[in-house]
């Protein structure tokens, strides 16, 4: 206030000479300023001409983990997705039931990308088209209500992140989308535990037989891989703590049903917790149908049929949860058609994650999986590329040089080498007494590699394989420039010379199964098996660290804090 004090009384004292100066100082100082804002505009502009367009379809945990460790200094980064945040989906069981609250395992992608070196524009829409032909994508907005803000519009990229994941497979089973109920997104955990509560009050209001009573109150999961049992055990527990309680008279009518077509459940993981998970089921009272195919959905009963005999029988429900697997997104499958890929569940990639059929476009997450190389069908190379002296055979100093390289390439050589108890090749090449072969040739060296493709298997469709490909993409295209130059991959046995980069190499750090009870199950490595309360907080302590921030970090731990004071909030919201 006192320096424009002081220029008012000099202004009304001055001249009109002086005024006049004084004004053209001021505008002057403006006009810089303006002009110099325009500058760096303008230069932001034209190092983003300069850097590659990089388009990155959903923020998923394959997209999340993409831009998390991107140096977006040296690109141009656009991301297209139809929610403008991340969810922690291993956490969407408890959503179901009340145990954690919705917005306690959701962060703003913009919250998680501000802290980047540059800046990542984020638009929230659905991208309904891919053009590999001309590099690029169409995309409708998701604000269908609003006609200004729901016109298509079109992105140009120089490199394509295909991260939309997978919607839900129903396998052509009719009345599955009308009468089901999914567990992909948060809203749907938000729709299952409106759901749940409906039920009890419908159960209880007057004129109902106890018939239909029980038909209200009787939940089916179809599916018992880990998102069904886990939603099973957080529904008896929301019921046998909290929601009998509050709904005493219809206590006795309650009825839980998880239909499963195996002959076990969670038969991903070791025999032991299957086993474990079926008998505690057993004694809190959930019935597991085994065996069974579920051939139709009605709003009143599901039509299941029994492998075994053949026979069709009904089942009444009042909700059911559908959890049977994953399927391909329209746009994805009519971007496989594109490509040459037409037919597939899934987008195939090499293992450098880049769709097979385009250069620029990769493929991670839900909506992809690597179509490994087998090591039998560059058997020869392999052995051409090793036989530097072109003798016919290899030495042990031959057969070294390219160990490492055949391990990085084929990662399915670890796997077979651990089922043989062995630690190299060399250990397999052996003659009859047990002792190391001196010298092998071709024969000897295709025989002793003949089973290295038994042990080929596809990536499980979970959150882990997906945040580890994001993180493998993102550092990938940060050494992108310099790995051009200094290629870091293992040789290339047909044409020579050296991958740009190490093939991706999926790392297992074992999986979780919450049972309810406050037991849960673990599978880690080094074929290490826990089950019980300890594993629980094992679990507990597992995903809290692995919280995308931490807010989320703080908000998930007071919910099972409030969970174990104050019980599960029961209220219709």
């Given at each position: 206030m006192t320096i424009l004090s002081s220029l008012g009384r000099a202004s009304r004292s001055a001249p009109l000479a002086s005024k006049l100066l004084l004004l053209g100082t001021l505008s002057g100082g403006s006009l810089v300023a303006y002009s110099d804002s325009n500058k760096k505009e303008e230069e932001q502009q034209k190092q983003n001409k300069k850097k590659k367009k990089v388009v990155v379809l959903g923020t998923g945990w394959a997209g999340i983990s993409f831009l998390k460790d991107l140096d977006i200094s040296s690109y141009h980064v656009q991301v297209v997705s139809p929610q403008n945040y991340f969810a922690f989906t291993p956490l969407l069981p408890s959503v179901t039931c009340g145990t954690v609250e919705a917005r306690s395992i959701v962060e703003s992608v913009r919250n998680i990308t501000k802290k980047k070196n540059g800046e990542i524009e984020l638009w929230e829409a659905d991208c309904v088209k891919i053009d590999p032909a001309n590099n690029k994508v169409r995309c409708q907005p998701v604000f269908k209500d609003d006609p200004e803000a729901s016109q298509e519009f079109s992105l140009e990229y120089d490199y394509l992140i295909i991260a939309v994941g997978a919607q839900v497979n129903t396998f052509g089973t009719p009345g599955v989308l009308e009468n089901c109920h999914f567990l992909k997104e948060v809203e749907d955990a938000q729709r299952i535990r409106r759901g749940v509560i409906d039920c009890f009050e419908k159960a209880l209001l007057p004129g109902l037989t106890e018939e239909q009573r029980r038909r209200k109150l009787h939940f089916v999961i179809v599916g018992g891989g880990p998102t069904g049992v886990e939603f099973a055990a957080e529904l008896h527990d929301f019921i046998e703590e909290d929601i009998t309680k509050i709904y005493p008279s219809v206590k006795e009518l309650v009825k839980i049903t998880l239909i499963q077509s195996g002959d076990h459940i969670l038969n991903s993981f070791d025999e032991r917790i299957s086993s474990f998970a079926e008998q505690k089921f057993l004694r809190d009272g959930i019935d597991v149908l085994m065996g069974m195919r579920v051939m139709s959905v009605s709003d009143k009963d599901i039509s299941v049929k029994i492998k075994s005999s053949g026979e069709v029988v009904?089942?009444?429900?009042?909700?059911?949860?559908?959890?049977?697997?994953?399927?391909?997104?329209?746009?994805?499958?009519?971007?496989?058609?594109?490509?040459?890929?037409?037919?597939?569940?899934?987008?195939?990639?090499?293992?450098?994650?880049?769709?097979?059929?385009?250069?620029?476009?990769?493929?991670?997450?839900?909506?992809?999986?690597?179509?490994?190389?087998?090591?039998?069908?560059?058997?020869?190379?392999?052995?051409?590329?090793?036989?530097?002296?072109?003798?016919?055979?290899?030495?042990?100093?031959?057969?070294?040089?390219?160990?490492?390289?055949?391990?990085?390439?084929?990662?399915?050589?670890?796997?077979?080498?651990?089922?043989?108890?062995?630690?190299?090749?060399?250990?397999?090449?052996?003659?009859?007494?047990?002792?190391?072969?001196?010298?092998?040739?071709?024969?000897?060296?295709?025989?002793?590699?003949?089973?290295?493709?038994?042990?080929?298997?596809?990536?499980?469709?979970?959150?882990?394989?997906?945040?580890?490909?994001?993180?493998?993409?993102?550092?990938?295209?940060?050494?992108?420039?310099?790995?051009?130059?200094?290629?870091?991959?293992?040789?290339?046995?047909?044409?020579?010379?050296?991958?740009?980069?190490?093939?991706?190499?999926?790392?297992?750090?074992?999986?979780?199964?919450?049972?309810?009870?406050?037991?849960?199950?673990?599978?880690?490595?080094?074929?290490?098996?826990?089950?019980?309360?300890?594993?629980?907080?094992?679990?507990?302590?597992v995903y809290a660290s692995k919280q995308v921030s931490w807010r989320t970090r703080a908000l998930v731990v007071s919910d099972w804090t409030r969970r174990y004071i104050f019980g599960r909030d029961s209220s219709r919201i």
């Open positions: 009904s089942l009444p429900h009042g909700l059911i949860l559908w959890s049977t697997g994953v399927g391909t997104r329209p746009v994805i499958s009519d971007f496989m058609e594109q490509v040459g890929q037409g037919g597939r569940r899934v987008l195939a990639t090499n293992e450098w994650l880049q769709v097979k059929g385009c250069e620029n476009v990769y493929a991670v997450g839900d909506c992809a999986s690597i179509a490994q190389r087998k090591i039998m069908g560059d058997i020869a190379n392999i052995f051409k590329a090793a036989d530097v002296d072109n003798s016919g055979t290899l030495t042990e100093e031959e057969l070294q040089d390219v160990v490492e390289d055949i391990n990085v390439r084929y990662p399915q050589v670890e796997l077979y080498l651990k089922s043989k108890h062995v630690r190299s090749i060399k250990d397999l090449l052996t003659d009859s007494e047990g002792n190391p072969k001196k010298e092998v040739d071709i024969k000897a060296f295709e025989s002793a590699l003949s089973g290295v493709d038994s042990q080929m298997k596809s990536l499980p469709a979970t959150a882990q394989v997906a945040a580890q490909q994001g993180s493998y993409l993102a550092k990938c295209f940060n050494k992108m420039e310099h790995c051009k130059e200094h290629p870091e991959g293992p040789k290339r046995f047909r044409t020579g010379g050296h991958h740009q980069f190490r093939p991706f190499q999926y790392k297992h750090f074992g999986q979780f199964a919450p049972l309810g009870g406050d037991q849960a199950a673990a599978e880690l490595p080094g074929d290490w098996v826990s089950a019980g309360r300890s594993t629980q907080w094992l679990w507990y302590s």
